[in-house]
T-cell receptor, first 113, second 115 residues
């Protein structure tokens, strides 16, 4: 089955700096890659997603890039703010594999003042 | 109306007991998913319903776990003979239809603790 690896497990940045979180996936049939943000004790919430026919997608301070050849995708957050502090999860969905998402292990992002 | 809801929010039980966890999806969402999240890990898929039927139950760890969705709305995850290793947050998610790119909206989860 699909396997998703995520790095780093923790990331600390200064407010205003950029943060990058990277994920790799194993199944070349994966075609959908969402990113979820989970604050402490809260539910995961979708922040951005990308389909396999697109190389990059941007939404204000958040962008995601996808390299299908290398089977990796990344989340980029610019001009980080304290409210960006949370755990971020990448996920992948395999074509024809039902609709289940396979998640990475998460990145704890801390934005310091 | 509101988002996905789950009850109870917390459940403490003893080893060997039976538990039921409930999920109320967003009204009109035909697809419903159960995931399990252990401390420090990402959600792990358990089962997916499209309407009333389980379209994919490949993530259920063993036959102690079972889920139903009899009317295509509310779902119940049932765990028999609970074990300490079952302790985790059980997340439910729903989406408008069982298609590839629909966002899965998550509930707040039920924290299960097996003593």
């Amino acid at each position: 089955g699909e396997n998703v690896e995520q790095h780093p497990s923790t990331l600390s940045v200064q407010e205003g700096d950029s943060a990058v979180i990277k994920c790799t996936y194993s199944d070349s049939a994966s075609n959908y890659f969402p990113w979820y943000k989970q604050e402490l004790g809260k539910r995961p919430q979708l922040i951005i997603d990308i389909r396999s026919n697109v190389g990059e997608k941007k939404d204000q301070r958040i962008a995601v890039t996808l390299n299908k050849t290398a089977k990796h995708f990344s989340l980029h957050i610019t001009e980080t703010q304290p409210e960006d502090s949370a755990v971020y999860f990448c996920a992948a969905r395999v074509t024809g594999g039902g609709n289940k998402l396979t998640f990475g292990t998460g990145t704890q992002l801390k934005v310091e003042l | 109306g509101a988002g996905v809801s789950q009850t109870p929010s917390n459940k403490v039980t003893e080893k060997g007991k039976y538990v039921e966890l409930r999920c109320d999806p967003i009204s009109g969402h035909t697809a419903l998913y159960w995931y399990r999240q252990s401390l420090g890990q990402g959600p792990e898929f358990l089962i997916y319903f499209q309407g009333t039927g389980a379209a994919d139950d490949s993530g259920l760890p063993n036959d102690r776990f079972f889920a139903v969705r009899p009317e295509g709305s509310v779902s119940t995850l049932k765990i028999q003979r609970t074990e300490r290793g079952d302790s985790a947050v059980y997340l439910c998610a729903s989406s408008p239809a069982g298609t590839a790119y629909n966002e899965q909206f998550f509930g707040p989860g039920t924290r299960l603790t097996v003593l």
